[in-house]
């Protein structure tokens, strides 16, 4: 075999045919957040299964695939520049094709070739089936680009194996595609479509897959993840039910899930993650915004104090739970006093970390048209170096408590910055690097916590 004819996927249940010597090949480049990378994976899967091999670099393969990202101005421009650059590539290899997918594609349907003029294939999120012929197609032809961008609402890529991939120890399983909630200044509702729950016999499969492959975490992805329902007869499986059945997976010792979504965590939720030993207690939960007025022009559904409330659950349930959020600087009409609310939300419930952002319009959303996006450049940015200065004080004193304590880390891998380190994370979803020889990739040990920066823990056995 050839370097350039490796399989597609990292590690799979059922070894995969080996590509045909002369198979066509893929390079895969994905932007944006963990569903995009599980769905790069899926699309890996249909590819292989279609006879195609991996290609390491894009100036190797036949099929350059960017899997994308719409949710801020700036990550659609990286794609632009990104297909400009590859369309320098194609000048000199003219029977590469170009396919640019997912959330962008989605967004911009034709209009996106006017950006990305070397594009040969345009396809959204639920048109991952399809790739093969749409590919096959393109290659057969270079004239106009081909566009299959149509939502499909029961789409749930049942019976594929996207359950692969991560790092050979964590791994991605959707169970959840779409949203409902339509907050005003979000496009993810246009471009990935209605919600829809995947079905848990082919969540706990693709689960066993994992665990069959030597993965001992897994991550339950969805939009908002804990609205996950099923419908089986006259009742619906909930997100609690389906938390309990992945638990009982050999092999698999730790869950993960996100991103929830705040006023979805009904009490069996919250008692699950208190109950089950393999839930991790740490909990992603999006706030936005310290003000019950932006959160009400943002459409979120709850309060400032509903929030607090769901964070009182939480640490009642589990005192120790690491949290971190989402927040978002800078939305219309957004007042010096909303920011200030902001800020105090953050002191107050101190969060492990953030994620942290100046607010751009999406076209298609309620707020580009409706609401004006009235916040100088200038004062999003000063608003959000507060907001990120405020919680890296925070975040160094959350790590910094943590110096001196025993903590149970699963190894990932390597170090990235020194390759003679390991690299591991806690229950809390802490990066910890770990001097080698404390324990093997996939293993859980048991350490002691000897220094910490605001990012990341460093432990000795
Ligand atoms: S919950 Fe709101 S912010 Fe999250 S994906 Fe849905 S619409 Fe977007």
């Known amino acids: 075999m050839s370097e350039r004819l490796v399989p597609l996927g990292k590690r799979v249940a059922e070894p995969r045919p080996q590509p045909a010597p002369g198979a066509p090949t893929v390079y895969v480049e994905t932007y944006g957040c963990q569903m995009n990378v599980a769905d790069s994976d899926l699309i890996g899967s249909v590819l292989a299964d279609a006879g195609y091999a991996r290609a390491e ?16 101005e700036k990550a659609e421009e990286r794609v632009v520049a990104r297909a400009a650059e590859l369309g320098a590539l194609k000048r000199k290899r003219p029977n590469t094709v170009l396919a640019i997918v997912g959330c962008m594609a989605e967004h911009l349907k034709e209009g996106l070739a006017d950006r990305a003029p070397a594009v040969d294939v345009i396809a959204g999120p639920d048109s991952y089936r399809r790739m093969p012929e749409l ?29 692969v ?42 689960v066993r897959e994992l665990a069959a492959v030597g993965y001992r975490e897994v991550m339950l992805l969805g939009q908002t993840v804990n609205s996950y329902r099923w419908p089986d007869g006259d009742r619906d499986v909930t997100f609690a039910e389906l938390l309990h ?7 698999i010792e730790r869950i993960r899930f996100t991103s929830p979504y705040p006023v979805d965590f009904t009490d069996d939720v919250i008692e699950a993650i208190a109950r089950e030993p393999k839930i991790c207690k740490y909990i992603h ?28 659950r939480l640490r009642a349930v589990v005192p120790h739970i690491a949290l971190s959020t989402d927040i978002l600087t800078g939305f219309s009409g ?13 002191r107050e419930v101190r969060f492990d970390s953030a994620f942290m952002f100046a607010y751009s319009e999406r076209d298609l959303t309620f707020a580009a048209k409706k609401l004006p996006d009235d916040i100088t450049p200038a004062l999003k940015q000063r608003r959000l170096s507060e ?12 790590f910094a408590a943590h110096v ?43 350490v002691t916590i000897e220094r910490a920066t605001m990012a990341t823990l460093f432990a000795r056995a």
């Open 245 to 251: 059945a992945v638990a009982t997976i050999d092999g």
């Open 135 to 163: 590919l096959a197609a393109a290659r057969a032809q270079h004239a106009q680009p081909l566009v299959d961008v149509k939502l499909d609402k029961a789409e749930t890529y049942e019976g594929l194996s996207g359950a």
């Open 285 to 312: 939960l999006p706030v936005q915004s310290g003000s019950d007025v932006v959160l009400e022009r943002m459409k979120r559904g709850y309060t400032v104090a509903d929030y607090r409330e769901i964070v009182r």
């Open 404 to 446: 001196g304590r025993h903590e149970r880390v699963l190894v990932h891998g390597p170090s990235k910055r020194d390759p003679q380190q390991l690299m591991g994370r806690t229950d809390g979803f802490k990066t910890v690097i770990l001097p080698s020889g404390v324990g093997a990739v996939g293993e859980i040990v048991d």
């Open 165 to 206: 991939g991560g790092d050979g120890v964590s791994g991605f399983v959707t169970i959840q595609r779409g949203c409902d909630k339509f907050c005003t200044f979000c496009v993810v509702p246009f471009t990935r479509g209605r919600e829809r729950g995947a079905a848990p016999r082919e969540v706990l499969r693709q």
């Open 57 to 72: 670099r894009a100036d190797q393969a036949d099929v350059i695939l960017i899997n994308t990202c719409a949710v801020r």
């Open 387 to 398: 907001i990120v200065a405020l919680q890296e004080i925070v975040s160094a004193e959350v």
């Open 334 to 346: 957004e007042t010096e006093d909303d920011h200030a609310q902001t800020l105090a939300l953050m």
